[in-house]
């Protein structure tokens, strides 16, 4: 079993950076996939983007790619969203999600794993 804790959320404006962390507990953390999902205000709750527990795939959401990094170190139990070039509809919850041996997938269900959340809110 892993717990996540997300952080790094805040207030800036369009076009800013913000860097989100996902530290997580347990000895077992390089053998979860792990993934960010976003929810905005009366939306569904949307993939953003996961990395492989091999490290060595990446997927995107294609409203994020080229502007959102993930990537993960395993020495730390952390996984990192950089986020370049936000937009004011990239204003969510962002949550960080976590499956043991887990294939990279896009749907909710395929986590078992959930952190709190953390609030990103980009201004116009």
């Known amino acids: 079993q892993v717990q996540l804790v997300e952080s790094g959320g805040g207030l800036v404006q369009a076009g800013d950076s913000l860097r989100l962390s996902c530290a997580a507990s347990g000895r077992t953390f390089s053998s979860y996939t792990v993934a960010w999902f976003r929810q905005a205000p009366g939306k569904e709750r949307d993939f953003v983007a996961a990395?492989?527990?091999?490290?060595?795939?990446?997927d995107y959401a294609d409203s994020v790619k080229g502007r959102f990094t993930i990537s993960r170190d395993n020495a730390k139990n952390t996984v990192l969203l950089q986020m370049n070039s936000l937009k004011p509809e990239d204003t969510a919850v962002y949550y960080c999600a976590a499956e043991r041996y887990g294939s990279m997938g896009r749907v909710r269900t395929r986590y078992a794993y959930w952190g709190q959340g953390t609030q990103v809110t980009v201004s116009s």
């Open positions: 990395v492989h527990w091999s490290g060595g795939s990446t």
